[in-house]
């Protein structure tokens, strides 16, 4: 059974600092792409941070680049964001994504989410 769990949302100051994990299981984390997305009250889920099967390509949405940071541990199956400098901007459910393509198929699973508030 594929499972992406995450954890280490909750609540936190503007200025402050979260690390999210997303716990992978039940398919070959290593062969997979990773995302990290998000979505606010209202708005569309949009694209947070990615890195590759390896670990050894990174992207970033101009809106946290220099102050998120993406990384992985395939020993662990484990996938890291670590958020600094964070404001209420940055208040969303954080969902952990999962995909692989094989052409001419692609599989992909989605986390569960966990919450980020980021207020004073």
């Known amino acids: 059974q594929v499972q992406l769990v995450e954890s280490g949302g909750g609540l936190v100051q503007p200025g402050g600092s979260l690390r999210l994990f997303c716990a992978a299981s039940?398919?070959?984390?290593?062969?997979?792409?990773m995302r990290w997305y998000r979505q606010a009250p209202g708005k569309e889920r949009e694209l947070v941070a990615g890195?590759?099967?390896?670990?050894?390509?990174?992207n970033y949405a101009d809106s946290v680049k220099g102050r998120f940071t993406i990384s992985r541990n395939n020993a662990k199956n484990t996938m890291y964001l670590q958020m600094n400098s964070l404001n209420p901007a940055d208040t969303s459910v954080y969902y952990c994504?999962?995909?692989?393509?094989?052409?001419?198929?692609?599989?992909?699973?989605w986390g569960q989410g966990t919450q980020v508030t980021v207020s004073s």
């Open positions: 039940g398919f070959t984390f290593s062969s997979y792409a």
């Open positions: 890195i590759s099967s390896a670990g050894d390509s990174t």
């Open positions: 994504y999962a995909v692989r393509t094989s052409w001419p198929t692609t599989q992909n699973y």
